[in-house]
């Protein structure tokens, strides 16, 4: 069962991701915020497939956490979640080799076959 870890301060929409994700079979964990993105993934024993991120929360910016878990996790896949379509979010494809931006707002079926082309679902 791939573990997907989903890194939002929206609760609502970290919630809704869960129920999807976990009804497709997926072990999800949620953080809303970067630091605690950061302190799960040095505490976590157990392997994350996939990591969700909103670009934009308060405190540690979506660039500063991706920056920290490249650290921890050096070969994590990313989907950077943003509603901020400028050339710094794009320029993380390029230079963070994330996997895939989606662009906000996003229906969850996009989400949902991007998740699988990623997790080779």
Not at 6 to 22: I, N, P, R
Not at 29 to 35: F, I, K
Request: some cysteine; charged content about 25%; aromatic content about 4%.
């Amino acid at each position: 069962m791939p573990h997907v870890l989903v890194v939002d301060d929206d609760e609502g929409v970290s919630s809704a991701m869960e129920l999807v994700l976990t009804y497709l079979g997926h072990e999800v964990t949620l953080q809303h915020d970067g630091a605690a993105a950061v302190a799960f993934l040095r505490q976590n024993t157990d392997p994350v497939d996939l990591i969700i991120l909103d670009h934009r929360m308060p405190g540690m910016s979506g660039v500063e956490t991706l920056k920290a878990i490249r650290c921890i996790l050096p070969e994590v896949k990313v989907i950077v979640a943003t509603g901020d379509k400028n050339q710094e979010v794009e320029q993380l494809l390029e230079d963070d080799g994330i996997e895939a931006i989606i662009w906000k707002p996003y229906q969850a079926e996009a989400m949902i076959e991007m998740v699988d082309e990623i997790l080779g679902g």
